[in-house]
């Protein structure tokens, strides 16, 4: 037993001086705790709705204020032609549409029918159910105050919602999954292709020869990153042909559109693991730091599983820091939604933000390794 203790105190001396593994075993548990504890949100709220109210009645602003007063919805446009309807869907500017045709209070006050129509953005399925049954409820318990207000009759309820569901009627969430999928895939292998490479370098005793090579750190950069920008990007290439294959994933966009977009994400992810392997010593601290900035971020923090409008505002602040969030947007609105890079500038030029600075960050580290 005395020996064993023995061993434990130089054990624990040893985790002490290593500040890797005490950050490992202490402040990270506590990080993901709070970060997804936080991020994890099944709820379905703040859902951006754009209004077009063609009766301006006192029944129709009942209406209105009822979805904006649920705590379901928040007012994202206020639409004037169809053409408006489209530019704040394809933009991700609204989720769903709320569209009030004339006369809709007239015929409240009859007691005839009078159907309002709801159109939803079905990219995300799972999200776009809940949005449709948020609507209907609404409605239906408008529609009912609005005759026990003026007839003092609990009849049936004039007013009801004739639903559409663009970009995916039929709600598949294969639909949905597919793309996030891709992102993921092209995130994780992206990552960990470069962050090992130069890692294994260092581990093999040739580091050395690299840094007295004559060759600037730029052109090395560039060396490291093309070979397997190339290759992902013939992997992601296939993995798109392969879910429209097996998946019936539909390509509505241009495939220019869609190279470009992907060329910019892996650009941004060969960076960050350029980044990391400026960092880490060895291949498995490359990999449990590529575990932390790109694995989970990805599939949690990137709208690929939870929406990003449901979390906490400082997560959503987080998630400005995930490339893949700005890569799924381009990438659902390039092959769902057959929109052209006017749709999605804002989120290519994230992008190509993201990859110019974490490029230009991975290049100043190796030039300091080197110098």
Not at 56 to 71: K, W
Not at 76 to 93: C, E, F, G
Not at 297 to 312: K, R, V, Y
Request: a positive charge; glycine letters at 6%; charged letters at 15%.
């Amino acid at each position: 037993m005395r020996k064993a203790l023995a061993v434990g105190k130089k054990e624990f001396r040893q985790i002490v001086r290593d500040r890797r593994t005490l950050m490992i075993l202490l402040f990270i548990p506590v990080f993901f705790l709070l970060l997804y504890g936080y991020a994890l949100n099944f709820d379905i709220k703040h859902v951006a709705l754009a209004v077009e109210d063609r009766d301006d009645s006192v029944e129709s602003r009942a209406l209105v204020s009822a979805f904006l007063n649920s705590g379901y919805f928040d007012l994202a446009a206020t639409l004037r032609s169809p053409q408006d309807l489209r530019r704040v869907m394809d933009a991700n500017v609204a989720r769903a549409a709320l569209i009030i045709p004339e006369n809709t209070g007239r015929s409240v006050r009859r007691g005839q029918a009078a159907p309002v129509q709801i159109i939803i953005n079905g990219d995300n399925a799972n999200t776009a159910a809940t949005v449709l049954g948020y609507s209907v409820t609404i409605v239906r318990s408008v529609s009912i105050s609005l005759i026990v207000e003026q007839r003092g009759l609990n009849l049936s309820p004039p007013v009801s919602v004739e639903p559409r569901i663009w970009f995916n009627p039929e709600l598949r969430s294969t639909l949905f999954l597919v793309p996030g999928l891709i992102a993921f895939i092209g995130m994780i292998t992206a990552t960990i292709s470069t962050a090992l490479s130069v890692v294994r370098e260092k581990e093999r005793g040739t580091w050395e020869q690299v840094r007295m090579a004559p060759i600037n750190t730029v052109s090395y950069v560039v060396g490291k990153t093309l070979p397997y920008l190339g290759l992902s990007l013939i992997s992601s290439m296939a993995i798109v042909v392969a879910a429209m294959w097996l998946f019936d994933l539909p390509m509505r966009g241009s495939w220019g559109s869609l190279l470009l977009a992907t060329t910019l994400f892996l650009l941004a992810a060969l960076g960050t693991g350029l980044l990391v392997s400026t960092i880490a010593d060895s291949q498995l601290i490359a990999f449990q730091v590529v575990l932390i900035l790109a694995f989970l971020p990805t599939f949690l923090l990137s709208g690929f599983i939870f929406p990003i409008q449901n979390m906490p505002t400082p997560i959503q602040a987080v998630t400005y820091l995930v490339p893949a969030r700005y890569f799924l947007v381009a990438l659902r609105g390039i092959v769902l939604k057959g929109v052209g890079l006017a749709a999605v500038w804002r989120d290519m030029t994230a992008l190509s933000i993201y990859a110019v600075v974490v490029l230009g960050l991975a290049s100043a580290r190796l030039a300091r390794e080197r110098g």
